[in-house]
């Protein structure tokens, strides 16, 4: 609903306006009227309008010399005149003011539907306009955050890209933050449970901090925190996130899992920081949901409980992506006898071993499956089966049941696989014009975004980004022969929003420029 300002030295006339039906029939709130030019502008400072009805003629300051200081101050707001003077001079002011419509007095309630409907259709253009603009925006942003934590963008690059993407080029030392919702499924659920988790973040750390976060390519949210948010203050930013993280997950019911990457100091290293966050991640089955973890955390396990032990991990990872169900068990079992009777080991080292070989076969399996909806809730609730595990035999046998699992999952897995990759390779020509990436296609298809880079590079011998140019420039050579386009109109037609961009790929490719090739 938009707000409507009537302005109108007669009282009698303003309150006419207000009490017209006309203003519910476009849905649109008449929110008060003012009686001369000076009254409306402190409205305007208090309120917000969309929409401004004024008179011409009123005493201390008029309709024009309202609109001039509207237009002064760059108040985004619709203006309609209304005045009992069919004056030529007032008319080409109005004009040159941009207003939307010149309406004499008595108004005629048919010219003033249509004049507002018009408005109101302008309004619904800018806000959609507004829309997609953020849109693009926050796409950009995202896209240049994910690049800097991947080092994935050179130091020009990021120089000439941090100010248009509101980037906080200022901080000294900061840490990278993920949060990992731990019980949804989809893809398209996990996307939700994010940005539920990134408004939570804004209100207890502020708005800014929206520049400095985002959802990456597997739905984490990813959250740059600068460390000067915490040196005013007597609470260190374990303290800050420990009741952050339960009042949210009190809130959603959304499990997390939270790590926190290393201090950077220098902002061409932030890889470093993120790269730590993401390992630690590995370990969330060792804690239960809800857990914040440090790398710190980490050393303290590996050194308190003698984590490794000579187990054959590598062959059972082998055995295990060739489908050697039976050779995987054999090897397991023989080398779980070794360590269990044996009186240097003890309960705490044998408990880790285990988890250390759930956490590696979990790994492969998520890594390898590319419809991750396939795995089964029992295989992805290993944590809590482990935890209400206390004898041998039960553990041994979580173990025997988590290889067996895996095995049938990766051999049912390859033919799901190819009739996916075949069907996404389909969609992709198909649909190669559009805004594609790894990350939009695994949302798409709910598959796994990493796995689903190594499937493109495996099945067409180029990486994906490779693979869409190349598709786009072979539209473009047959668009460039066959029609009259101007190159511009290609660009944009192939998917290329950069005239630029689109040259420089296309020379590349070809040799010559777009031009000289037609």
């Not at 008060?32 to 502008?41: C, P, R, T």
Request: hydrophobic share 40%; charged share 25%; aromatic share 10%.
């Amino acid at each position: 609903m938009y707000n409507v300002l009537i302005v109108d030295d007669e009282p009698i006339v303003a309150e006419a306006l207000m009490k017209s039906p006309i203003w519910d029939d476009l849905g649109l709130e008449v929110i008060g009227n003012a009686y001369s030019g000076l009254d409306a502008l402190d409205w305007m400072d208090k309120h917000h309008v969309d929409i401004l009805l004024t008179d011409i003629r009123m005493p201390q300051m008029d309709g024009i010399e309202l609109i001039q200081h509207i237009r002064e101050k760059g108040t985004q707001v619709k203006i309609v005149i209304l005045s009992g003077h069919d004056d030529f001079t007032y008319v080409k002011e109005a004009i040159k003011l941009g207003v939307e419509n010149y309406l004499l007095k008595p108004l005629d309630k048919s010219e003033l539907l249509v004049t507002l409907t018009g408005v109101v259709d302008k309004l619904q253009a800018d806000s959609d306009r507004q829309i997609n603009m953020n849109e693009q925006m926050n796409a950009f942003r995202e896209s240049f955050l994910h690049r800097w934590v991947t080092n994935s963008v050179t130091k020009t690059e990021f120089r000439e890209k941090a100010e248009m993407a509101r980037f906080d080029t200022n901080m000294d030392e900061y840490r990278i933050v993920l949060f990992k919702i731990l019980n949804l499924d989809s893809n398209l659920e996990k996307h939700t449970g994010a940005l539920v988790v990134q408004d939570f973040l804004l209100q207890q750390f502020g708005a800014t901090l929206k520049d400095l976060s985002f959802c990456d390519s597997t739905y984490d949210l990813v959250a740059v925190l600068p460390e000067r948010y915490f040196k005013n203050e007597d609470l260190s930013l374990h303290e800050r996130l420990y009741p952050f993280l339960t009042s949210l997950t009190t809130q959603t019911e959304l499990q997390l899992l939270c790590t926190i990457g290393h201090i950077e100091s220098d902002l061409f290293t932030a890889y470093r920081s993120y790269n730590t966050a993401k390992e630690l991640q590995g370990y969330a089955f060792l804690l239960p949901p809800n857990s914040l973890i440090t790398s710190d955390d980490i050393e303290k396990y590996r050194n308190d409980g003698e984590w490794y032990l000579d187990l054959p991990l590598e062959q059972i990872n082998n055995f295990i992506l060739s489908n050697k169900k039976e050779e995987c068990l054999e090897i397991t079992q023989i080398a779980f006898g070794r360590l269990h009777g044996n009186s240097q080991i003890t309960p705490v080292m044998f408990k880790n071993a285990i988890l250390e070989l759930l956490f590696q076969v979990s790994n492969t399996v998520k890594n390898t499956i590319i419809h991750l909806e396939h795995i089964p809730l029992t295989f992805r609730n290993l944590y809590q089966r482990f935890a209400a595990s206390d004898r041998y035999e039960d553990l041994i046998g979580l173990v025997y049941d988590t290889i067996s699992t895996a095995c049938d999952l990766l051999s049912v897995g390859d033919n799901a696989t190819n009739a996916t990759i075949k069907q996404i390779l389909d969609y992709v020509k198909e649909n190669s014009e559009q805004d594609l990436s790894l990350k939009t296609l695994s949302f798409q298809f709910n598959v796994n975004a990493s796995y689903l880079g190594q499937l493109f590079r495996k099945e067409t011998g180029i990486l994906f980004s490779n693979y869409l140019n190349h598709l786009r420039i072979e539209k473009a050579k047959e668009l460039l022969l066959r029609t009259d386009m101007k190159v511009t109109d290609i660009s944009a037609k192939v998917g290329y929003l950069e005239p630029s961009h689109f040259y420089k790929i296309f020379k590349k490719a070809t040799g010559v420029s777009p031009a000289q090739f037609k």
